[in-house]
């Protein structure tokens, strides 16, 4: 694998071949070439005696000549240099069109502007952001006047009424969202998402905390331990001392200071974290040599900052309703690697003249990690579809699972037989299931 | 396999979405190459014929040493004047160069990524979004935002800010009723236009001389009009043509057709999106952003059927009023805990599910699977029917500290006895 180089390797190479070649410049030079001829034979001319006029002007014939056919040649090298260009790209990276015939997303422009303005504010590019934000209704605006001067046209011109006619609906049901957007207070959550994650980056757990704290209920709800994971490190974080945390020497840091922080913040945990807040305070004993002793774990931290920082993410987002990850950049990764699929099945389908996306599920399958993968996907064994609200997954006795059109076929009567186990059924003791 | 298989990047495929990185700055070493010929040619050709005729009236005594030496200057003037434009064109060809050369670079930087879990994927991918973004920006002329983003981002070499603002620019000439800067641009690609059988040149006259219909009365300008630049495309288009010369017997506030639309102001918006189109395929561009693709595909990939499920997600109309809500203990706590929507504890929520693609996604074809995937195993139903893995209750009801055989619904919050589970079994 190593030794073998992979195309764009190759194509690295060549180009650094190409950048060698001699170029527009070589052309330039030869021009100051001529350039310089000139001027000469015309001081020339005009110092000489009117006798010796025509044999400089024939002298400079020839080197003229030669010069013009240097730039010519200049112009060649480049030339040449650029079809290498082209041949190295057509060898090392092929061009393979990319499905243009159908744009699926055409109609959803403010649904996109949306989907990326929030995705900026997710990244922390507010400036970006906004900037973005105010192009968008600034062109809205526009549009919208434009669109308010004239009326639809009707004529030969069919096709362009009708583009005309969506993008108005589109606009008129989806803008609301963007203009509102603005001044939402979801722009004020990912500041404060943001300002919290680069003070965790500077190894700043407070306003974590705190965070945490204010939204204890749901976190917990949500079965999540992060403002006791956060308060633990910050335990360790203080036992460290100065000298690893850099703040200042004082009682509120090292050893006691993390006693102090223990006393006063870990009594709410204790219901709950009881075992963990025990070996905490059993490890102060060790103090001297955490390291050798069976609380080494606790305090290695490397990588417990990123760690917490994105657990925190995750329930910040979680409690917003949000992805976790920006879906906008999983959506783009995704598309990335289902690309090569959907191009092979667009070009298999391109004679039928059937466009893929009018069909509720895809025709072909488009595998992604398992890091991708957010819900149980069921696909009945019997009849090989999916499991959909209208084709449910249903459970029969003996705990297996079918689709609801699969039992519906099975069945005789009011009984069936389930095809996985030897044993029968009655069609009403069928439950729907939710997975 | 098939999971293991999913994460491996293959890199003969990988890199759809980054053709034109390439393929555009070729294209535009092409046309400065091109340039360059035509500036070299036409003056060259002068000069040389200038210095040929020098020499032989000179021979022939003809001119004087005068006259020589104001040919000279002439040819030098000239010269200069190739000089100063072949540097243009040299710098350009070395920007195009470096850029070329900078996007190999970040393409190459894939080749020691295998898999899609490598860390340095994630750092590439993210890169490449924000070139896509760019991308949509430029096409949509949100051009500040796109040179906002690129400049943050330091990737000015990878993407093609000046390409999409010069393109713009013409586009809000049309736009704004002006067709001058399309049709110095339709002369600088005259050959390539007419290999593409483009009709922008022809629609662009067309509008010239409808303007002219409009606002002179004696309709003298525009018959002159059309017959030197309409009257030629007669064959090649001759419904249009014939269309037009009917114009001249109606006044603009006809509301007859065809005229009433030649007359219509929308018509500038069609010439800019003609122009558009031309202007992306002259260079190879596809006809819409790389986003729209990469999305269409993506949002395919990573929709299941439950995404849009009346079961699974009536959760999204509830999270506005939740931060306000103050949770009270019991039956409230209950009822937040259901419009956080998540399936499984501790999972973040699916982007397909996440309000900024949800309602994007509703319109694209789910994804499809030939085998059941379950993200717990050991599954039990709870009486409510809802399916969880045995492993995913027993957490929860550790942390929910409930009482020992007493387990909690992940997503209603209802509390069931051990006993009243029963086993799935998925074949």
Known sequence: ?435 | MADHGASKINHDNHLLLDQPLLRLPHELLRKNIRSAHYHIEWDTNAVKDLLKETATNSINQKASKQDVVNNLDQMLARMRGLKRKLSTYAEEENRLYRQSTARVAHLRELSDVHTVEDVKYEAWSRQRLDRLIVDYMLRHGYNESADALAKERNMLELVDIDTFVAMSKIRQSLENGSVQEALAWCNENKKELRKMQSNLEFMLRCQQYIELNRSSCPKLDAIAHAKKYIIPFSNTYPTEVSHIAGLLAYRSDTPHEPYASLYNSARWKMLADLFTDAHLKLLGLPQFPLLHIALSSGLSALKTPACHSSQQNQSHQGQKSHKSATPGPGQDDEQETRSHGTASLQTSVCPICSTELNALARNVPYAHHSKSHLLEHDLVLLPNGRVYGKAQLDEYADKSRLDEGEVKDLVTGERFREDELKKVFIT
């Open chain 1, 1 to 435: 694998m190593a030794s073998e180089k992979s195309k764009l390797e190759v194509l690295e190479e060549e180009y650094r071949k190409i950048n060698k070649l001699p170029r527009l410049a070589k052309a330039v030079e030869n021009v100051d070439k001529i350039i310089e001829l000139l001027s000469a034979a015309r001081e020339q001319v005009a110092s000489d005696p009117e006798s010796h006029t025509t044999i400089t002007i024939t002298k400079l014939q020839n080197p003229v000549k030669t010069a013009f056919e240097a730039v010519n040649d200049g112009l060649k090298g480049a030339a040449a240099a650029h079809k290498k260009m082209g041949k190295a790209l057509d060898k090392s990276f092929p061009l393979k069109p990319l499905p243009t015939d159908h744009d699926a997303m055409a109609d959803h422009v403010s649904l996109i502007n949306r989907a990326i303005a929030m995705h900026l504010l997710r990244e922390g590019q507010f400036s970006v952001a906004s900037t973005f934000i105010n192009e968008v209704q600034v062109t809205l605006k526009r549009e919208e006047s434009a669109d308010l001067d004239e009326p639809m046209d009707e004529g030969d011109d069919g096709d362009e009424g009708m583009d005309a006619d969506e993008a108005v609906s589109t606009t008129s049901s989806e803008n609301y969202d963007l203009s509102s957007f603005h001044s939402q207070e979801l722009q004020e959550n990912f500041a404060e998402m943001y300002n919290i994650l680069q003070e965790l980056k500077a190894r700043n757990l407070m306003p974590a905390i705190t965070w945490a704290r204010n939204n204890s209920v749901e976190l917990e709800a949500r079965g999540s331990n992060l403002e006791f994971e956060l308060s633990r490190l910050q335990f360790v974080w203080l036992f460290k001392g100065p000298s690893v945390n850099g703040l200042p020497d004082d009682e509120n840091n090292g050893q006691r200071g993390a006693l102090q922080y223990a006393r006063s913040n870990f009594t709410r945990f204790q219901a709950r974290h009881l075992n963990e807040i025990n070996r905490l305070a059993c490890s102060m004993a060790f103090a001297p040599n955490i390291a050798a002793s069976p609380y080494k774990q606790i305090f290695a931290i490397d990588t417990a900052f990123s760690d917490v920082a994105s657990s925190f993410t995750r329930e910040f987002c979680s409690l917003l309703g949000l992805s976790a990850e920006s879906p906008l950049y999983l959506a783009a990764t995704a598309g990335a690697l289902a690309l090569p699929q959907l191009m092979k099945y667009t070009q298999k389908t391109l004679a039928k003249g059937t466009e893929w996306t009018t069909s509720n599920e895809m025709a072909f399958e488009t595998p992604l990690p398992e890091s991708m993968l957010y819900h149980s996907i069921f696909v009945c064994p019997v009849s090989k579809e999916q499991t959909t609200d209208a084709n449910p997954p249903m459970m029969i006795p003996c705990g297996h699972v079918l689709a609801k059109e699969t039992l519906q076929k099975l069945c005789k009567g009011t009984r069936f037989k389930c095809p996985y186990c030897p044993s029968e059924g009655m069609i009403k003791d069928a439950r729907q299931i939710i997975l």
